[in-house]
């Protein structure tokens, strides 16, 4: 192929359609859906305040009729929140388990994704270890936390390990999975294009892997805070975990509700935030259409 | 075997799951240089899979593809192919998609930049460069596909059915313009289609197959003048006498499905 072009030959090229207007057009139409959009997400929102109060008007108001041992109500629980926030108590429990959470969920991220991508490649490692995997994943993972304790004992290396054991899995079946599933009509375009085997990955099927290994982190934050309090109460009691037992125990019910709260407002937070770098690292995962 | 051919089909057949399923039997095919062929065939005679095998994507079971005299064994250099269903990459805008079958060629910057300039204008798609595949319709996306083809200035233009997924009035259009960029650069070119008209207003000849096996049944001249326009074409009394041979060529495989 020879890969010149004459200047005459470039000047001889006029467009014999071109599109100007209807780009344009396209983005007066592409403004418009954008205010649709925002409307719809004013609504949402307005839906999900409405729907927020009512339940913790609900809630409140039978709450304050049950034994304060058993249950609670959103004042109490929000009164002995300000309290454990000022104090500075709940951030430095929580703070303990974070560093478990984000330490176990990032190596277990670098690995899974590296293993992922291994078996995809390597057939002879996906047969080998293929059966393991899914054996492992198989198996409730709190039955394997005693086994960890035997192995790492009680510290912030168990707890880790706990977490880790929690999240690996999904991430290195999504991976997996993501590449597996490439559009074999787009790996043919690229074998068109005579790509290397890098390129081939590098252009092709580690872009078309990433939505899988999104869902795979998505399940993998999940699974990170159940291993997370599983690792705050059963090895040595810290943490979020810690907090809950103890008020447990001295039936001090609406500071319990405070960590237990918190660890929802995290889940919805760690997977906001992945919706939000996803967004920004494949757009073309959000087309109009498809959503 | 003619030997000026740019490309050769020689005795080539495709057989499916253990040779179950026959795509193709015994064809034969000399394409001469910056000749355009067209073949023309119901859907299941292998006219895709025939492609695909001169392309270098799939071997053939039996019999070879020989291009400037070269066994194909792999996609050959000089080569492009425009793929019915597009084949975009879903994360590359516009520009970098086009810029593909350069940037893996590993050509320069500048010589990328000249050529995207060119070859977006070419196809119409200015003001679209950073547009998302999702963001734009059918014919432009094939528009790109197109352009991302001609932008490797490839000898050879292997298309299949491109213009199968767009709304008949886009694909008059881009007919036509194909017919323009033909003048402008001549390319060897094998174009597959169901299309009877299609394959008659751009083809120099037109391979009409068959199917069950699929192969090869005539092969026709056409010889309107070039540069064509297709109203004139189809104003030919020539036209109409290949078109209904054509139709009588095809019906007995078309009845059968």
């Known amino acids: 192929m020879s890969l010149s072009r004459t200047e005459e030959q470039s000047a001889n090229a006029t467009a014999p359609f071109a599109y100007q207007e209807l780009a344009a057009e396209q983005q007066a139409a592409r403004e418009k859906a954008r205010a649709v959009q925002r409307r719809w997400t004013t609504a949402q929102i307005a839906i999900q305040i409405i729907s927020l109060l009512v339940v913790l008007s609900a809630w409140e108001y039978l709450g304050r009729h049950i034994n304060p041992v058993l249950f609670t109500y959103p004042t109490a629980v929000g009164s002995a929140a300000v309290k454990m926030i000022a104090s500075g108590e709940l951030w430095k429990y929580l703070s303990q388990s974070l560093i478990v959470l984000f330490a176990g969920l990032g190596l277990a991220t670098i690995f899974g994704i590296a293993l992922g991508l291994i078996m995809a490649r390597f057939w002879v490692v996906d047969v080998a270890l293929d059966t393991y995997i899914t054996a492992l994943y198989s198996i409730p993972s709190v039955a394997l936390v005693p086994v960890l304790v035997l192995w790492f004992g009680f510290e912030i290396t168990a707890k880790i390990a706990v977490v880790f054991l929690f999240t690996f899995f999904p991430i290195v079946i999504n991976t997996h999975q993501g590449v597996k599933n490439v559009d074999a009509r787009l790996t043919e375009v690229g074998r068109a294009f005579r790509c290397s085997e890098r390129q081939l990955w590098i252009h092709i099927v580690l872009p078309a892997a990433v939505p899988y290994i999104v869902t795979g982190l998505r399940l993998a934050i999940g699974r990170g805070l159940i291993g997370m309090v599983l690792a705050d109460l059963y090895t040595a009691i810290t943490g979020i975990g810690y907090l809950i037992s103890r008020y447990a125990s001295i039936y001090r019910t609406d500071a319990m509700f405070v960590p237990i709260a918190t660890l929802g407002l995290l889940g919805i937070t760690l997977t906001g935030l992945l919706r939000f770098v996803e967004k920004r690292v494949a757009p073309w995962m959000h087309q109009p259409d498809q959503e | ?257």
């Open chain 2, 1 to 257: 075997m003619a030997n000026g051919s740019k490309i050769v089909v020689d005795h080539a057949s495709k057989l499916f799951l253990e040779g179950s399923v026959v795509a193709f039997r015994n064809i034969d095919l000399q394409i001469s240089n910056r000749e355009v062929l067209c073949v023309v065939g119901p859907s299941g005679c292998g006219k895709t899979t025939l492609l695909r095998c001169i392309g270098g994507l799939l071997p053939p079971s039996s019999g070879q593809v020989l291009i400037d005299g070269q066994k194909v064994d792999s996609a050959p250099r000089g080569v492009a192919i425009v793929f019915q269903h597009f084949g975009l990459l879903p994360w590359k805008s516009v520009v970098d998609n086009v810029a593909f079958g350069l940037k893996i060629a590993g050509a320069s910057r500048d010589l990328i930049a000249e050529r995207l300039d060119h070859y977006i204008r070419l196809v119409g798609l200015t003001g679209f460069e950073n547009h998302y595949p999702y963001q734009l319709s059918g014919g432009m996306q094939q528009r790109v596909g197109l352009a991302r083809a001609l932008a490797i200035d490839p000898e050879i233009l292997l298309m299949d059915e491109p213009f199968a997924s767009v709304d008949a009035q886009t694909r008059e259009l881009l007919q036509e313009e194909l017919l323009q960029l033909h003048e402008r650069e001549r390319k060897t070119m094998i174009f597959i289609t169901h299309s009877i008209d299609e394959a008659i207003i751009l083809g120099d000849r037109v391979a009409v197959m068959g199917s069950r096996p699929g192969r090869v049944k005539e092969i026709l001249s056409v010889n309107f003048p070039r540069p064509r326009d297709p109203a004139a074409v189809r104003a030919e009394s020539r036209y109409t006498e290949l078109r209904n041979h054509i139709w009588e060529e095809l019906r007995p495989s078309v009845v059968m499905q």
